[in-house]
Each structure stands twice: as structure tokens, then as C-alpha cells.
């Protein structure tokens, strides 16, 4: 597996998740990572992306609350959610890629999702 994503749950409205991926190291070093998530009926989107070098980008909807960082030890990337939203509920997959297109991720690893639910 290359990777694995953990971490998700239900939790009320307000409250926190860590979310985890765990990458082979091959992929963890030379890859930007990131976090999407897809609700039922909605298409896929970025949450959050960290390139080798930290840099972030988040999306608007999550900025102030998620932080995704990178433990270079542990080849792993974590997505920490704080003040969720019912509107956060959805799965998240980890992934990973190299290349951009403009400011748009070509991702070329997903992980299998995880699903986080948060209640109102």
C-alpha cells in the first residue's frame, strides 16, 4: 500500500479530527501531499496541499481551522481539523503528486478514503 489513510470519524459540530496518511518513501519524499474530500453528489476537491519544501495551499472553505503538515520522521502526512462544520462531512482520500498545472496538484497516488461526519 502505498498510501494509507486513517483518522476519521463522527464528531459534533465544533469539534476536532487528525486525520493521517502514511506514505511509502519513495512517494513521502519526493511528492506533494495533499488531502481532498468528496460529498455525496459533489465532485472531488482539495482541502489542502504540503510540498516537500512545506509549502501550503488550503482551500478557502477550511483556512483558519485545518492544518495539514508533513512528519518527515514517520513519512507521513496529517490533516488537523479543528471547528468542524456539518458542511466538512464527507470522505477524505490522501494523495499525492508532482507536477502542477498552474496552481492545480496532477496527482498520481490515491490513498483508499476515510470518512468524516460531523453532526449538527
Known amino acids: 500500500v502505498q498510501l494509507q489513510a486513517s483518522g476519521g470519524g463522527l464528531v459534533q459540530a465544533g469539534g476536532s479530527l487528525r486525520l493521517s496518511c502514511a506514505a511509502s518513501?519513495?512517494?513521502?519524499?519526493?511528492?506533494?501531499l495533499g488531502w481532498y474530500r468528496q460529498a455525496p453528489g459533489k465532485q472531488r476537491d482539495l482541502v489542502a496541499h504540503i510540498t516537500t519544501g512545506g509549502t501550503t495551499t488550503y482551500a478557502d472553505s477550511v483556512k483558519g481551522r485545518f492544518t495539514i503538515s508533513r512528519d518527515n520522521a514517520k513519512n507521513t502526512v496529517c490533516l488537523q481539523m479543528n471547528s468542524l462544520k456539518p458542511e466538512d462531512t464527507a470522505v477524505y482520500y490522501c494523495?499525492?503528486?508532482?507536477?502542477?498545472?498552474?496552481?492545480?496538484?496532477?496527482?498520481?497516488?490515491w490513498g483508499q478514503g476515510t470518512q468524516v461526519t460531523v453532526s449538527s
Open positions: 494523495a499525492a503528486g508532482k507536477f502542477f498545472s498552474g496552481s492545480r496538484l496532477m496527482t498520481d497516488y
Open positions: 518513501e519513495r512517494i513521502f519524499s519526493v511528492n506533494t
